[in-house]
Nanobody, 118 residues
Framework: QVQLVESGGGLVQPGGSLRLSCAAS????????MGWYRQAPGKQRQLVAR???????MYADAVKGRFTISRADAKNTVFLQMNSLKPEDTAVYYC????????????WGQGTQVTVSS
């Protein structure tokens, strides 16, 4: 019903930047919240940033001031601009859509690897 496809991951040096994109399927796609989560090896998946349908954003403390989430509803796309990357940002990043058809329903992308290393 809903397909989320991430892109933009890769290898970057500490202090560098990456921009992740998440394209959602369906011309009538809408979600209460779009977000990015990440999961490092041996750790639980954690919320990185989220944006509501009316543009309200929230960020994990670890990324505040460095990451920016935005959405382009006309293109069914959400972005995560990541600046000043640190080795501890290394993880698989997942796109999430919440509240698409019913309150609280969740859809996930397949994930994109981000590696921060010199």
């Amino acid at each position: 019903q809903v397909q989320l496809v991430e892109s933009g991951g890769g290898l970057v040096q500490p202090g560098g930047s990456l921009r992740l994109s998440c394209a959602a399927s369906g011309s009538t796609f809408s979600a209460d919240f779009m977000g990015w989560y990440r999961q490092a090896p041996g750790k639980q998946r954690q919320l990185v940033a989220r944006i509501s349908s009316d543009g309200i954003t929230m960020y994990a403390d670890a990324v505040k001031g460095r990451f920016t989430i935005s959405r382009a509803d006309a293109k069914n796309t959400v972005f995560l601009q990541m600046n000043s990357l640190k080795p501890e940002d290394t993880a698989v990043y997942y796109c999430n859509a919440n509240g698409v058809f019913t309150i609280g329903d969740n859809y996930w992308g397949q994930g994109t690897q981000v590696t921060v290393s010199s």
